[in-house]
């Protein structure tokens, strides 16, 4: 059966028993229809935060379809939940983008999955559209400004960063001229869209600790300079107070439930290639001040939404995981062993073995963090005996435990081994975590940290761009902020053909953005694309609805 198939086989429980589980009053509650609600954000517990064991998933270097970060991380917290502990799985949630472009959706898979699973792929509570709205306040805002002549700040167009997004898969916007039309129609410059998942008002949503947080966030967000050099912010335009109203119910957390009946929480999605990657810093405290263990996630391999994961959310929210799970795929090791994309399931043992270099990097990438990472492979059934044992094999030789998962199948049941090496590492104390590099160091020393020590590179060259962003965050103040790489998740290096595990290679920064508001530096390498564009057949094709209302098509 299809993820869609099996998600509408499944008996819903009603919202409120859900929430009964936790302890959570009906008062807490702000019901969106019968399945789904937002939660108060009281329920926060710092005292039991301390109590809970945050279990990080994470991935080796990706194929382009992914390898079931989302999948592993529900059927692992339903695992746990099988073997007594009281657990939640605390996700991102999907872009409109993927689901209707070329991955599909973003609520696991087979029988790994939360639910509804039309409703969260689609629009949810509203939390994009409120993210949406409130960035293109803020553009209409700015254009407003350049247009008014007795409120004008005399922002210099040229220099203006914010750009407008939008939830779509749209490339015709990614590069536009607004403002034409004559001279009551504004100002001609130059700008584009990104989807609203790139946004920073994403990162700044879940990186932010409660709503006067996030305004002061907000008001933090970096526009441009007037004609006379001065740097102008969100608040200099008056704008942040306007665009938290927008954000006061998007602020607080999803409530949901998985197919074995246990609860979930999703909120914030932003891209891990741009952005943090990873699910909001309020949605991850109210997880742990609900359970014994919260399970979660952070996009793409461990170079990418692992490292920013623990540098940057951990390190501003003062969370300390017990437990990194490092999902790996058969079809990913023999991807990155040099098998063609239309070979990944032809059984290889060879080819595979060729792949282990990648799944080694990742490792020795998590132990720099003070933990001792678990393998979880997540199988496909086209996997063969022979390639799985290499992989536990290699496992066994380098001490480092794995299990073999199999959750889309199973659900919670495939994953029974994995929960139990996981509450074994919990119960042993064998996670000590330090972060990577300390903010206050050198904004190139940092930069410097990630490329060589996580991607392996030999050094990073600058661009004479780059270098002029260097002085300009120097002269507004912000180098002691912690850095965001901006990096293809296809590569542990700058170039996506560089597969395996790459070496003596540099990397380039091409610029670095500011992103004051979330409150870290962007170094630019490669090509980042923030406004996907469509495939030739992309996934809306198969996308339906008959006279009932019954949604068919999604995956």
């Not at 919202?15 to 009906?26: S, V």
């Not at 130059?190 to 966030?217: N, V």
């Not at 008056?238 to 999703?266: F, S, W």
């Not at 309020?282 to 359970?291: E, F, Q, R």
Request: glycine content about 8%; overall charge negative.
């Amino acid at each position: 059966m299809t993820d869609l198939e099996i998600a509408n086989k499944t008996d819903l429980q009603p919202i409120q028993q859900i929430a009964e589980k936790l302890g959570i009053n009906a008062e807490d509650l702000e019901m969106y229809g019968k399945y789904k609600a937002k939660l108060a954000l009281d329920v926060i517990d710092e005292n039991k935060i301390d109590q809970s064991n945050l279990i990080l998933v994470s991935a080796i270097s990706p194929t382009p379809g992914g390898e079931g970060k989302t999948t592993m991380s529900i059927g692992l917290s339903e695992a746990l939940n099988q073997l007594g502990k009281k657990t939640i799985v605390v996700l991102r949630e999907p872009s409109l983008g993927p689901v209707f472009g070329m991955k599909g959706g973003a609520t696991g898979g087979g029988n790994a999955q939360v639910l509804p699973m039309e409703d969260i792929n689609l629009h949810f509570t509203g939390d994009f559209s409120a993210i949406e709205k409130a960035n293109n306040l803020l553009s209409a805002i700015i254009d407003n400004n350049l247009q008014s002549k007795s409120n004008s700040l005399g922002i210099d167009p040229r220099t203006i960063a914010w750009k407008r997004v939008m939830d779509l898969n749209d490339r015709a916007l990614r590069n536009i001229v607004v403002g034409l039309g004559g001279t009551t129609n504004g100002i001609p410059r130059e700008t584009g869209f990104d989807i609203t998942a790139a946004s920073e008002i994403m990162a700044i949503l879940c990186l932010s600790s409660d709503l006067i947080d996030l305004k002061s966030r907000l008001g933090n967000i970096f526009v441009g300079y007037t004609f006379d050099k001065k740097a102008v912010y969100a608040r200099d335009l008056k704008a942040e107070g306007a665009m938290t109203a927008l954000l006061k119910d998007a602020i607080k957390p999803n409530l949901v439930q998985t197919i074995e009946g246990n609860p979930a929480i999703i909120h914030g999605g932003p891209f891990a290639n741009i952005a943090q990657g990873t699910n909001t810093v309020i949605a991850t405290k109210m997880g742990m001040s609900l359970s014994d263990y919260t399970v979660t996630e952070a996009g793409f391999g461990f170079d990418l939404g692992g490292e920013k994961f623990l540098d940057i959310k951990c390190q501003s929210a003062n969370l300390k995981p017990k437990v990194v799970v490092l999902t790996t795929t058969i079809r990913a090791l023999k991807y990155h062993g040099g098998a063609d994309l239309t070979a990944l399931k032809e059984p290889n043992v060879e080819v595979l073995k060729n792949g282990f270099p990648n799944l080694e990097k990742h490792i020795e990438n998590v132990k720099k963090f003070g933990i001792t990472p678990i393998i979880a492979i997540n199988k496909f059934n086209t996997d063969s005996k022979e390639e799985v044992d290499a992989v536990l094999e290699f496992a066994q030789l380098k001490n480092i435990q794995a299990a073999a998962t199999d959750v889309w199948a199973d659900g919670g049941k495939g994953a029974l081994d994995l929960a139990n090496l996981v509450i074994d590492s919990v119960n042993a104390e064998l996670s000590h975590f330090k972060p990577l590099y300390d903010w206050k160091s050198p904004v190139k020393e940092k930069i410097s940290k990630i490329a060589q020590e996580i991607y392996g590179a030999k050094m990073v060259n600058y661009t004479s761009k780059a270098i002029a962003d260097l002085k300009r965050i120097e002269n507004l103040g912000l180098s002691n902020l912690p850095i965001c790489m901006a990096k293809t998740e296809k590569s542990l290096s700058d170039d996506p053909k560089l597969l395996g595990r790459p070496k003596d290679f540099v990397i380039t920064v091409r610029e670095i953005e500011i992103a004051a508001g979330a409150g870290f530096i962007i170094p630019i390498t490669g090509t980042i694309m923030r406004m996907p564009g469509l495939p030739a057949h992309p996934a809306s094709e198969q996308i339906d609805v008959n006279e009932e209302g019954k949604i068919t098509g999604l995956f």
